[in-house]
């Protein structure tokens, strides 16, 4: 069975300062893929990143960036110089990446991480 | 071009009652997937849809759920009768079809909020 597990239920951080969020995963498949999504306040899911189990490359989007270690079956997730606007719950995901529904087949989340970025 | 809109945002019932959530995805998107999260728990799977068919109903948490997608357009779920525990965030998503190995991400709405009393 798979498994996300964000053991930070709540990070409160000041304008400006460096934030990493952390992601374990469990998985038996060889093929998989990890998500991190945002959910501001308005309550929709917004898709940040999709990385698949074959490309252990971190990368960088602006101020975030996300450090993928299959070794420790870790996908991490910083965000550097935050901004209050950062302030959300953010998911870690992964799925199965079968069938028709590709890589968004059957994902499983962790229980989120609540940020607040005070200004 | 409008993103996946579910309706309503929020519904309030007693137990007993039924209600019928209803999502849109995106005009073109085949692929329909519900999830849910009760308070405190991790958003979990509930079934996918592509076009009209049920690919994967393993997450539907008893009878009393009856999703439909008639027409592969929108999809709604339907819980008959409501009890307490069902009480959460009802998250619809949808993707396009995946070709030759490729596809996007999958594009959730803002979700549903069921409260049952």
């Avoid at chain 2, 849109?24 to 076009?51: A, C, Q």
């Avoid at chain 2, 619809?92 to 549903?112: K, W």
Wanted: glycine fraction near 8%.
């Amino acid at each position: 069975a798979q498994k996300v597990t964000q053991a930070q239920t709540e990070i409160s951080v000041v304008e400006k300062e460096d934030v990493t969020l952390d992601c374990v995963y469990e998985t038996r498949d060889t093929t998989y893929y990890l998500f991190w999504y945002k959910q501001p306040p308005s309550g929709e899911l917004v898709f940040l990143i999709r990385r698949n189990s074959f490309d252990e490359q971190n990368e960088i989007s602006g101020r975030y960036s996300w450090n993928f270690q299959k070794s420790t079956s870790s996908f991490n997730f910083t965000i550097t110089a935050s901004q209050v606007v950062d302030s959300a719950v953010y998911f870690c995901a992964l799925s199965e990446a079968r069938g028709s529904g590709g890589s968004n087949y059957k994902l499983t989340f962790g229980k989120g991480t609540l940020l607040t970025v005070n200004p | 071009e409008a993103g996946v809109t579910q309706f309503p945002s929020h519904s309030v019932i007693e137990k007993g009652q039924t209600v019928t959530l209803r999502c849109d995805p995106i005009s073109g998107h085949d692929n329909l997937y519900w999830y849910r999260r009760v308070m405190g728990k991790e958003i979990k799977f509930l079934l996918h849809f592509v076009k009209e068919s049920k690919q994967d109903e393993s997450g539907m948490p008893n009878n009393r759920f009856l999703a439909e997608r008639t027409g592969g357009t929108y999809s709604t779920l339907k819980v008959q009768p409501a009890e307490l525990e069902d009480s959460g965030v009802y998250f619809c998503a949808s993707s396009p079809l995946r070709h030759g190995g490729a596809d996007t991400e999958a594009f959730f709405g803002q979700g549903t909020r069921l409260t049952v009393v």
